[in-house]
C-alpha cells in the first residue's frame, strides 16, 4: 500500500484494516487469488444459488431511476455470475417493486425476508423510501444494503443491518463542493429542494458549508415532491442572488429546468445544480438552451470525458451505454449516469464482504456485517469504475471523488474533481457498538 493509500486507511481495533487484509485476516482460507479485486473459492461451499433481494422502484417518482437501477444490477450479476460468482456461487436476483412508497418499502422488506428467504437486500434510492425500510430490515437481521444518498446512514440514525458502501451521501458532496462554488460563481446563495429528506439534507449541509466559506444563504424554497409545476416559486428568488443552488427529482424535473429558463430568460444569477434535476434528461431538450454554461453536480460524469479510464469504458460496455450517457440501443433513452454506478459497485462490494466473511448461510449474517465493516480501501476498478474510496466501517458509508462539470455545446464537461479528502467529515456513529 503506498504513502497516499496509507493514510487513508482506518483503523479498526489494533490493526490497520486494509482490502487485502480483511480478505485474509476474516476466514478466508481456501481463497484462491486471480487478477486484481477477484477472489474465488477453489471449492463451491454450496450449490444453492446466493439470493440477493432487489428493492426497486420500478413505479413511483423514482421510476426512471428504477429503471436504470435494474439495468445495472442485471449487467453487475451477469458479470460476476460469468466469472465464478460469489463464493463459487451463483447469483440469483429477486426484484420487487416498491413504489418508491416508505410504506410498501417496510413490506417489499418484510416479504424478502419472510417469503423469498433471501440472504441479503439491497438498491433502495430514495431516502423517504430508506427511512421507511430500513427499521424493518434491522428488525428482522436482514442485511440491508442502500444505494441511496442521504445522511441517514452515517447519521447513526438507522441500524447496523444497513449500509451504503458504494456511493457516498449528500453532506459529504456537498461539503466538497462548497469551496468551489463560493470561490468561483458567488457566496449569496438561493436554494430551491424537494421537501424531504433528501432535500433536507442538501438545505442543512449545504447551508453549513457555504457559511464556513464565507457565504450567505439568502432564501430557501422548498418544493412538495409531487409538485408539477413551480412558475409560482420563483419569483421568491431574491433579487441578491448571486448563485441559484437547485436539485429536484421525479418526472417533473424538465418542466422545472424548462420553467426556470422562462422566468429568467437571458438575465440570470449564476446557476448550480445537482444532475438530480437533469437525470434521464437529455440536454438538447427544446426549453433547456438557457443551461448553457451553467454548472452540475455529477456522482459519475454522464458524458465520456477526454481522460476516460479503461473502468469507464469497460463498465460502459457492459451497462450498455454510449460516449453521451444514452442507451446504445436507443440514443433517446438517457441514463440516471450519475447515481445507477452504485448498484455495480454496491454488488462487488457485498462480493468482497461475502468471500471475506466465508458467509454459507443466514447462520453467518454477523459474519457478513463484520466483514462489511472491515472493509477501508476500495481500488480504481473494473469492479469501481466511478473512482478509489474510502469506507468507514462505523458510519456504514463511503466516501470518494465528486465531479462538477459545466453546459458547453450541450454536452457535461469536467471542470473539477474533488479529493475524497474533500468530503469526508467526524460525527459520532459508531454502529459496530451495537449488538447483532
Known sequence: MNDTKRSRARRNGSGLITRRTALQGMGAAGLLAASPGMVRYAQAQT??????????????????????????????????????????????IIAEDDGTDPKRGAEVVEKFATQHNVDLAFGTLFSHVVMGSAPRAGELKLPYYVV???????????NRYTFQPGITDVRSQVSSMAPWV???????????????????????????????QGGEIVELIPIPPTETSYTKYFPKIPSSTEVLYHVMVGPGVLTFVKELGEFYGGNRPEIFGFIDSLEAVPLDSPGLEFLEGTYFWEGYPRYVQEDQTPYDKFYREQVGVNDEGASTSDPKDISTYSHMFGCWETLYIIKQAIEASGYKGKDDTAALIEATEAITDIP?????????????GKMHQVFGHQNISQVTD?????????SIEDGMYENDTDYTKMSL
Open 47 to 92: 450449490s444453492e444459488p446466493l439470493k440477493i433481494g432487489f428493492q426497486v422502484h420500478r413505479t413511483g417518482i423514482g421510476a426512471a431511476y428504477g429503471r436504470w437501477y435494474e439495468r445495472v444490477t442485471n449487467a453487475a450479476v451477469a458479470q460476476i455470475n460469468a466469472n465464478g460468482g460469489i463464493a463459487g456461487r451463483q447469483v440469483q
Open 148 to 158: 441511496s444518498e442521504g445522511y441517514h446512514v452515517s447519521s447513526g440514525a438507522l
Open 182 to 212: 463560493a470561490g468561483n460563481l458567488g457566496k449569496k446563495v438561493t436554494m430551491i429542494f424537494p421537501d424531504y429528506a433528501f432535500g433536507h439534507d442538501h438545505r442543512d449541509y449545504f447551508s453549513a458549508a457555504m457559511k464556513a
Open 380 to 392: 480504481w476498478d473494473n469492479e469501481h469504475p466511478q473512482g478509489d474510496k474510502v469506507f468507514n
Open 410 to 418: 450541450t454536452r457535461l464537461v469536467r471542470v473539477h474533481r474533488t
